[in-house]
């Protein structure tokens, strides 16, 4: 059997058991287990998911079982696992949320579109890389790579902030991730592959374009989907009442 | 009713003000008896937050817990709560603080303003996910 043992706030809903014994093979099976004898336990240990609440870990034998194979992890007889709160707050969610000026990110997202359609139809490889080079840089910087027209456009007047409050970390991510999708292009232009190379950039083109015409930032959604899964790197939530990547509202 | 020693009522409250403009947190160790939780050591603990955010976040990581819950056996003692500040806002938790919360632990928390802690609060959440004020004695 293993011992499986209960994090003191979570006693009252095991009738006060501190350590219960499952014969299990695995930490997702053990989690099942004894929320079918303690249905009460459920809302504190699952999301409405039904996922492992981003709070709440796994030990098996002093490891977090996140850093080995997740809920898939086995479990042997002699095993003891235990449930390990880890316990966050503080001040309101509106106002711990960063802000975002989402013009610069709308600019950053049309010179993106602009510049690769020339690469596209003036079939200019290079600049799909310069394109992917800036994103990178961008993202290192944790700015929109093209933060410079943008201010250039604020100087004279074409375009004025907008700034929102949102969390600047996914849109980082998003950015990142195109310039890796770039970066993907770049290897299969080198390998004489010019079609896979023109379909990466444009997967780039649809997600700015999706961002830019339509406010759904396809990178911040799938960045607050791994956040949900408990990702350590991805610690920002999506903002509450919001589906995540969605812009936020204007205020 | 959660009673707490003025030596350790002070040290959440200096732990606070240490940590101004950022949170502090720690846990609290005791002992209960019925519906009384008496407050015997106090463990303030890093803010394991991201930095840049902790103005307005504390997190206590699992590997904390783990040995906060290895030190209370030691002691003899069960973590009872948690205690946290709140720069320049109410000793009372916000929405965020509850969606995080945990039942049955005291939530000490604390306002700082200007690096002075104006005011101690203990909180407690229910089954239906609902903070209810619980009395804080200072013995």
Redesign the interface.
């Known amino acids: 059997m293993t011992t499986l043992k209960i994090?003191?706030?979570?006693?009252?809903y095991t009738d006060g058991m501190k350590e219960i014994e499952i014969e299990s093979t695995n930490v997702n099976a053990v989690i099942r287990e004894i929320i079918t004898r303690y249905p009460?336990l459920k809302?504190?240990l699952l999301d409405e998911s039904e996922n492992l609440r981003s709070?709440v870990?796994v030990?098996l034998n002093?490891e977090?079982v996140r850093t080995l194979q997740g809920m898939d992890t086995p479990v042997k007889q002699e095993d003891h696992l235990?449930i390990?709160?880890?316990?966050?707050?503080?001040?309101?969610?509106e106002?711990?949320i960063?802000k975002v000026d989402h013009a610069a990110l709308r600019t950053n997202q049309a010179m993106i579109i602009g510049l690769l359609l020339i690469a596209f139809v003036a079939d200019l490889p290079t600049l799909a890389l310069i394109v992917g080079v800036i994103m990178a840089i961008g993202t290192v910087l944790a700015k929109p790579g093209f933060i410079l027209s943008y201010r250039l456009l604020r100087q004279w007047k074409v375009i004025k902030p907008e700034v929102l409050p949102d969390n600047p970390e996914p849109h980082s991510f998003a950015q990142g991730f195109g310039s890796i999708v770039l970066f993907g292009a770049a290897i299969a232009f080198g390998l004489n592959g010019p079609i896979v190379a023109w379909i990466l950039t444009w997967v780039v083109i649809v997600l700015a374009g999706v961002n830019l015409f339509l406010g759904f930032c396809v990178g911040c959604a799938v960045y607050y989907w791994l956040n949900r899964i408990g990702l350590p790197l991805f610690?920002q939530e999506s903002p509450?009442g919001r589906f995540p990547g969605i812009r936020p509202p204007k205020v | 009713m959660i009673q707490i020693p003025a030596e350790f009522f002070a040290q959440i409250q200096e732990n606070g003000e240490e940590h101004y403009p950022e949170e502090g947190a720690g846990l609290l160790l005791g002992k209960v008896h019925g519906e009384i939780r008496i407050v015997e050591q106090v463990l303030p603990l890093e803010n394991r937050f991201q930095p840049g955010a902790r103005h307005n976040r504390y997190m206590i990581e699992p590997q904390d817990m783990l040995l906060a819950e290895e030190k209370a056996d030691e002691l003899g003692l069960e973590i009872i709560g948690v205690f946290h500040s709140h720069p320049d806002h109410p000793a009372r938790p916000s929405e965020y603080d509850r969606q995080r919360a945990l039942p049955w632990y005291s939530y000490i928390i604390t306002k700082v303003t200007d690096r002075l802690a104006i005011e101690s609060r203990s909180w407690r959440l229910t089954d239906e996910r609902i903070f209810n004020e619980e009395q804080l004695q200072i013995k």
């Open positions: 994090p003191t706030p979570l006693r009252p009460a809302p504190h709070y870990s030990f002093d977090d235990m390990v709160p880890s316990i966050a707050g503080g001040l309101s969610s106002s711990a960063a610690r509450a």
